[in-house]
């Protein structure tokens, strides 16, 4: 499998697996996905006994991620199939996205309201998938709830200088799961781990993230396909 197909098989499987209005613990590295399901629904049958420390840091969470307006940082994408990726990423709440992967990939990555667009600049060949079916909606909704309707936080860890915080989809919480990785006092996402339901970990770890960032809104919008293809 090449690097570019792996990237394709990523978008369309990863980023889908979970269904959320998210980008991705380490601990799962390598777990099948049977029994990533199993440990899932123990951790669902476990979502309603937060304790108050717990949901006092779910709502400083939420807080910091509707605050934060704009984000501009380099990056390291890892995945346990062994693949790994730098690039550069912007965020610009609600909804706008962009991820830019360094040559020699020809890959990337934006949203702009409605679909995340996968754009191969060599083929010249666009994938549309839904913004909301995909971890990245969540980090660009216009609002962020992380244990509400739709989502579930399923654990909280605390180190002595991190907090991290795992969701899963109430609807499917089969389907996958982000881990959010923060530094504590002060509060900043560090990275992000999505698990899908394949059993395939990917951390994306955030290097010197810029907040308060201006944008073109152009950078955006992705060149307008010949046919594009469209996922539900």
Same mark, same amino acid.
């Given at each position: 499998?090449?690097?570019?197909?792996? !990237?394709?098989?990523?978008?369309?499987?990863?980023? !889908?697996?979970? *269904?959320?209005? =998210? &980008? @991705?613990?380490?601990? $799962?590295?390598?777990?099948?996905?049977?029994? &990533?399901?199993?440990?899932? +629904?123990? %951790?669902?049958?476990?979502?309603?006994?937060?304790?108050?420390?717990? @949901?006092?840091?779910?709502?400083?969470?939420?807080?910091?991620?509707?605050?934060? #307006? #704009?984000?501009?940082? /380099?990056?390291?994408?890892?995945?346990?199939?062994?693949?790994?990726?730098?690039?550069?990423?912007?965020?610009? /709440?609600?909804?706008? @996205?962009? =991820?830019?992967?360094?040559?020699?990939?020809?890959?990337?990555?934006?949203?702009?309201?409605?679909?995340?667009?996968?754009?191969?600049?060599?083929?010249? +060949?666009?994938?549309?998938?839904? @913004?909301?079916?995909?971890?990245?909606?969540?980090?660009? *909704?216009? %609002?962020?709830?992380?244990?509400?309707?739709?989502?579930?936080?399923?654990? =909280?860890?605390?180190?002595?200088? #991190?907090?991290?915080?795992?969701?899963?989809? /109430?609807?499917?919480?089969? *389907?996958?799961?982000?881990?959010?990785? &923060?530094?504590?006092?002060? $509060? /900043?996402? +560090?990275?992000?781990?999505?698990?899908?339901?394949?059993? =395939?970990?990917?951390? &994306?770890?955030?290097?010197?993230?810029?907040?308060?960032?201006?944008?073109?809104?152009?950078?955006? !919008?992705?060149? !307008?396909?010949?046919?594009?293809?469209?996922?539900?």
């Amino acid at each position: 499998m090449t690097q570019n197909t792996s !990237k394709m098989l990523f978008l369309s499987t990863t980023l !889908k697996s979970i *269904a959320v209005p =998210i &980008f @991705l613990a380490l601990v $799962l590295l390598g777990t099948s996905a049977s029994g &990533f399901a199993q440990q899932t +629904q123990a %951790s669902s049958a476990q979502n309603a006994a937060l304790s108050s420390e717990d @949901l006092a840091d779910i709502a400083r969470v939420e807080d910091y991620l509707n605050t934060t #307006t #704009t984000m501009k940082a /380099r990056f390291i994408q890892m995945a346990s199939t062994g693949e790994t990726s730098e690039g550069d990423i912007m965020l610009w /709440r609600p909804g706008r @996205l962009r =991820i830019d992967y360094d040559p020699p990939s020809p890959v990337v990555i934006t949203a702009n309201g409605l679909f995340l667009v996968y754009q191969d600049t060599e083929l010249e +060949q666009l994938t549309h998938i839904p @913004l909301a079916s995909t971890p990245a909606g969540m980090l660009v *909704a216009e %609002s962020v709830r992380l244990n509400g309707e739709e989502l579930a936080v399923t654990g =909280i860890r605390r180190g002595a200088s #991190t907090v991290e915080i795992s969701v899963v989809q /109430r609807e499917d919480p089969h *389907a996958g799961r982000i881990t959010l990785v &923060f530094t504590d006092r002060p $509060l /900043r996402l +560090q990275r992000w781990v999505v698990l899908d339901a394949q059993g =395939i970990t990917t951390n &994306f770890a955030l290097l010197k993230p810029q907040l308060g960032v201006t944008f073109e809104p152009s950078l955006f !919008k992705s060149n !307008k396909p010949l046919e594009p293809q469209v996922r539900q």
